[in-house]
């Protein structure tokens, strides 16, 4: 069964609108990581993010820890020291 036609062009019109309002922040946005790109050194960049992603994602990690209990209370047992 099809939507009737004045919801499917509501539809299309908000979507539209989202899809504008995506670009027209994204554009205005881009001159600040473009700047960081040119300015930043790049390998650097990405060694510091990856050894924080594998830190915030190890288990021992306290904020990962924390965030998992809070996310999903579930007990775990305490880590040997």
């Given at each position: 069964m099809r939507a009737p036609d004045a919801t499917r062009s509501a539809n299309f019109a908000a979507g539209m609108g989202f899809a504008l309002v995506t670009a027209v922040g994204w554009g205005l946005n881009w001159p600040v990581?473009?700047?960081?790109?040119?300015?930043?050194p790049l390998l650097?960049?990405?060694?510091q993010g990856t050894i924080?992603?594998?830190a915030l994602s190890s288990p021992t990690s306290d904020v990962a820890v924390r965030t998992w209990r809070?996310?999903?209370?579930v007990q775990f047992p305490a880590a040997p020291q």
């Amino acid at each position: 069964m099809r939507a009737p036609d004045a919801t499917r062009s509501a539809n299309f019109a908000a979507g539209m609108g989202f899809a504008l309002v995506t670009a027209v922040g994204w554009g205005l946005n881009w001159p600040v990581p473009k700047y960081l790109l040119t300015e930043l050194p790049l390998l650097s960049t990405l060694k510091q993010g990856t050894i924080d992603a594998f830190a915030l994602s190890s288990p021992t990690s306290d904020v990962a820890v924390r965030t998992w209990r809070r996310v999903h209370a579930v007990q775990f047992p305490a880590a040997p020291q």
